[in-house]
């Protein structure tokens, strides 16, 4: 796993390096969600393939970036699934955008799930990692330092709702507007690993992407994006469903598969689990 971790560092600070050098132009590639490429996903996906193929734990990656999982070394225990720039439509806009790592047992699956990992690239560096317990790190001269360890409180204050408003069902438009009936502030970005992290770092609240009339199955995918922050978020004590479910008891359809998915505390994701068990 120290292997893994480390190669996470030196990806992120190619990555780092990739975002503040390369020209921002589109490939002529598509990927498997049909969102034209930009080079930089590509130049982002190549590094941590680089990375990886190094490590001889490494059994098996699969990038959102590409339609297929790649075997790197047969006798390696770990496969990993990445999301290796998150929110890359944000860069032109200068937005915050992420690395997210999911480091799955043995083959994938949420059940499978032994340590995860994101990086925000912001005005900071910083990657959380997740495996007993969730610790914060920041890049500073050129080093990840660890900075503390992170927990959430049992209720927060921020809710940052993704997906398209015109397409929530009522109960759900009903449930954030009664959350932002109790105070709660707006806090979305439309990049989920910023998004994720603020609420992370300010101690709580709740972040949705529901299934909604145009995409049923939500947009954020099970084992790059949903799988790894569900880990994270449960290890510092807080808890992420699909509204029904654990979102770590779910399996999933395909490496590219999607799910409806709400992160946060105890108090907000309670009120998701009976607004979702008593509609939908
Ligand atoms: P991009 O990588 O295409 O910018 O998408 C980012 C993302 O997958 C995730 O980071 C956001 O939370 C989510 O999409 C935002 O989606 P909406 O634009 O529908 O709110």
């Known amino acids: 796993m120290e292997a893994v971790f480390n190669a996470i560092q030196k990806?992120?600070?190619?990555?780092?390096?990739?975002?503040?050098?390369?020209?921002?132009?589109?490939?002529a590639s598509q990927n498997s969600s049909g969102e034209t490429q930009l080079e930089l996903d590509i130049k982002c996906d190549m590094i941590i393939e680089e990375e990886f193929s190094k490590i001889e734990a490494v059994n098996t990656i699969a990038s959102e970036e590409k339609e297929k999982e790649n075997i790197l070394h047969e006798d390696g225990r770990y496969f990993i699934a990445y999301d290796p720039l998150d929110?890359?439509?944000?860069?032109?806009?200068?937005?915050s955008v992420g690395s997210i790592f999911?480091?799955?047992?043995?083959?994938?699956?949420?059940?499978?799930?032994?340590?995860?990992?994101?990086?925000?690239?912001?005005?900071?560096?910083?990657?959380?990692?997740a495996k007993d317990d969730v610790r914060l790190y920041l890049l500073q001269n050129g080093e990840f330092e660890f900075v503390k360890s992170v927990t959430l409180k049992e209720k927060g204050k921020?809710?940052?709702?993704?997906?398209?408003?015109?397409?929530?069902?009522?109960?759900?438009?009903?449930?954030?507007?009664?959350?932002?009936?109790?105070?709660?502030?707006?806090?979305?970005?439309g990049g989920m690993v910023p998004d994720l992290h603020q609420i992370l770092l300010k101690g709580g609240g709740?972040?949705?992407?529901?299934?909604?009339?145009?995409?049923?199955?939500?947009k954020l995918r099970r084992l790059f994006e949903v799988f790894p922050f569900a880990y994270v978020y449960t290890k510092a004590g807080g808890y992420a469903t699909d509204g029904k479910?654990?979102?770590?008891?779910?399996?999933?359809?395909?490496?590219h598969d999607t799910t409806p998915c709400f992160f946060g505390s105890k108090y907000e994701t309670d009120r998701v689990k009976e607004v979702y068990s008593q509609n939908g």
């Open 158 to 189: 921020l809710m940052a709702p993704g997906g398209t408003q015109q397409h929530w069902a009522n109960y759900h438009k009903s449930m954030i507007d009664g959350f932002f009936k109790e105070g709660y502030r707006l806090r979305y970005s």
């Open 206 to 218: 709740l972040f949705s992407y529901p299934g909604t009339t145009d995409k049923p199955k939500g």
């Open 87 to 95: 929110g890359s439509s944000l860069i032109d806009v200068n937005l």
């Open 11 to 27: 990806s992120a600070k190619r990555i780092k390096e990739a975002i503040d050098t390369k020209d921002v132009g589109y490939s």
């Open 245 to 255: 479910n654990d979102i770590l008891s779910l399996g999933f359809d395909g490496i």
């Open 102 to 129: 999911g480091i799955y047992d043995k083959g994938f699956g949420a059940n499978r799930l032994v340590a995860a990992a994101y990086v925000v690239y912001g005005p900071r560096v910083e990657m959380v990692f």
